[in-house]
């Protein structure tokens, strides 16, 4: 991970947040402006579009896989690019209470790039919803909805910092492939690849549309329908062979996953060479 990445992660993680304002824009095409920035610290989450900002002279041209920083007292320049929309959520907060000792807090705008996250997007609506409700309650979900708003853009930003997220899904998927008779799990799959489970799932689910606890699901249950077409190995022997000690869970999963159990999917396609 990159090292200023991690520093911005330690800083947020420390600190109290108060979620000062939440807003949704679209702004047509070709639009521009000049302003002073808010009195808060904020992010520029886009939907959709792309835009360029300048902030005193910093120059950042964005679009929807990539997060603004900004900072309060500064002058922007924004002017909307191309011929669609912009379209993003702002959301400015502030630190509150007392800093913690020897912290880096980001006292300066920057940009985070996070790639396509539909769980960040969903998190960025509920937050609006919440935000613009009265009450205690609302506030305390703002709170939270915020807080993981900021571990999915930090997950997400993660990564994005190399170019091995997809290395290390070949990798991890490959290993799947060899060892999947095996006790494998999630968190072992990680600690392997010296990364965390977070991250593994996050790139998992670009890149194979699910998490890797489902993947090793769905191989084995599909390796097992292959020995049951081309074998005669008793079901204890089958669940054994794909990685699974106990036949009775091993036969739950496959039933849940293909609606008949295993002695019945056998007994059905055993003479079908295209099995469903």
């Given amino acids: 991970m990159d090292a200023e ?17 939440v807003y949704h824009y679209a702004i047509e095409p070709g639009s521009s402006g000049r302003q002073k920035t808010a009195p808060f610290r904020g992010f520029i989450f886009p939907i959709s579009g792309r835009a360029q900002y300048a902030f005193d002279g910093t120059l950042y041209t964005t679009d929807s896989r990539k997060i603004i920083h900004g900072v309060p007292d500064m002058m922007l320049d924004k002017l909307v690019l191309g011929n669609r929309r912009w379209e993003y959520i702002s959301v400015f907060y502030d630190i509150t209470g007392k800093k913690p000792e020897g912290e880096f807090l980001p006292d300066t705008h920057f940009e985070l790039t996070v790639g396509h996250s539909p769980r960040l997007n969903g998190l960025l609506w509920r937050l609006r919803r919440a935000f613009s409700e009265p009450g205690a309650l609302s506030s305390f979900q703002s709170e939270v909805l915020f807080r993981c708003i900021l571990e999915e853009m930090f997950i997400s930003a993660a990564s994005q910092t190399s170019d091995s997220s997809h290395m290390l899904f070949k990798s991890v998927r490959s290993y799947i492939h060899d060892y999947y008779m095996e006790g494998l799990t999630v968190g072992g799959l990680a600690e392997q690849n010296g990364v965390t489970a977070n991250r593994l799932f996050y790139v998992f689910r670009s890149y194979a549309g699910m998490g890797p606890g489902d993947y090793l699901l769905r191989y084995r249950l599909n390796r097992a329908k292959e020995i049951l077409i081309t074998s005669d190995a008793l079901i204890s022997d089958v669940a054994r062979g794909v990685g699974y000690d106990d036949p009775l869970y091993f036969s739950r999963l496959f039933k849940k996953q293909f609606g008949i159990t295993p002695s019945g999917f056998r007994e059905k396609f055993r003479n079908n060479p295209c099995p469903s």
């Fill in 5 to 21: 990445l991690e520093q911005f992660i330690k800083s947020y993680s420390n600190a109290s947040i108060c979620v000062q304002g």
